[in-house]
Structures are given as structure tokens and as C-alpha cells.
């Protein structure tokens, strides 16, 4: 039943990643429009894709643990949304403006929530 799960996860995780990428790719380049330079991304990561990356371990590198070792910490209070939030800035996965954005962290802590509750 678990592996059955972490497939499903990991094949989540691709998609969500993959599809955003080829969308942005077949668009034209906008760094050349200065308004649409500075505008926030469509394409900002979604909390509950953010919940999986730093699951898999694409936060490491910022301190952040992956897999069991994160749901622990998570359980424990030892990271919170705003450390996985900081972390994801660091690792260029968010724009700088998500560490104050309240609704993105709110709906962080909400997956990290469904995330722990199993």
C-alpha cells in the first residue's frame, strides 16, 4: 500500500513539474517587457507541490530533511511552513515576495497538515 502510494507521489510530482515547464518553454520570452519582468509568476509553485519537492528531497541543500525524517519534523514542530517557505526562496523554487505572503503559507500549513495526518 505504501509503495503504491510513493509511486502515485512521484508520478504527481513529474507531472507537476514537467507540464509548467513545457507551458513556460512554447511561451515567449518576457525579459524584455519591464512591466511583464516585474509582475508575479503564474507559474509560482503550488503549496501542495512544494509539500512533495521538499519530500523528495530538492530542499536538502537548505536544511530542510526529506521523507520520514521531514514528517517527523513537521510533526514536532521542528520545521514550519515558513522554514520550507525560506528554503524553497533559497533554492530559487519561489519568488521572494512568497515569504510574506500569508494565504500561501496558510495553504502551506494546510497541506502540511493533510500531509502528517496519515
Same mark, same amino acid.
Given at each position: 500500500?505504501?509503495?503504491?502510494?510513493?509511486?502515485?507521489?512521484?508520478?504527481?510530482?513529474? !507531472?507537476?513539474?514537467? $507540464?509548467?515547464? *513545457?507551458?513556460?518553454?512554447? +511561451?515567449?520570452?518576457?525579459?524584455?517587457?519591464?512591466? &511583464? @519582468?516585474?509582475?508575479?509568476?503564474?507559474?509560482?509553485?503550488?503549496?501542495?507541490?512544494?509539500?512533495?519537492?521538499?519530500?523528495?528531497?530538492?530542499?536538502?541543500?537548505?536544511?530542510?530533511? !526529506?521523507?520520514?525524517? $521531514?514528517?517527523? *519534523?513537521?510533526?514536532?514542530? +521542528?520545521?514550519?511552513?515558513?522554514?520550507?517557505?525560506? &528554503? @524553497?526562496?533559497?533554492?530559487?523554487?519561489?519568488?521572494?515576495?512568497?515569504?510574506?505572503?500569508?494565504?500561501?503559507?496558510?495553504?502551506?500549513?494546510?497541506?502540511?497538515?493533510?500531509?502528517?495526518?496519515?
Amino acid at each position: 500500500m505504501r509503495r503504491s502510494i510513493s509511486v502515485l507521489l512521484t508520478t504527481l510530482l513529474l !507531472s507537476a513539474t514537467i $507540464l509548467p515547464a *513545457a507551458a513556460q518553454a512554447q +511561451t515567449a520570452p518576457t525579459s524584455l517587457n519591464t512591466y &511583464a @519582468a516585474n509582475q508575479p509568476s503564474g507559474n509560482q509553485l503550488k503549496p501542495f507541490n512544494l509539500v512533495y519537492l521538499a519530500y523528495q528531497g530538492y530542499l536538502k541543500d537548505q536544511g530542510i530533511p !526529506s521523507s520520514r525524517a $521531514l514528517m517527523s *519534523a513537521i510533526a514536532s514542530g +521542528t520545521i514550519t511552513s515558513q522554514d520550507i517557505i525560506q &528554503a @524553497a526562496v533559497k533554492a530559487n523554487r519561489l519568488p521572494e515576495q512568497a515569504l510574506s505572503d500569508r494565504g500561501y503559507r496558510h495553504n502551506l500549513e494546510n497541506q502540511l497538515q493533510e500531509f502528517t495526518a496519515d
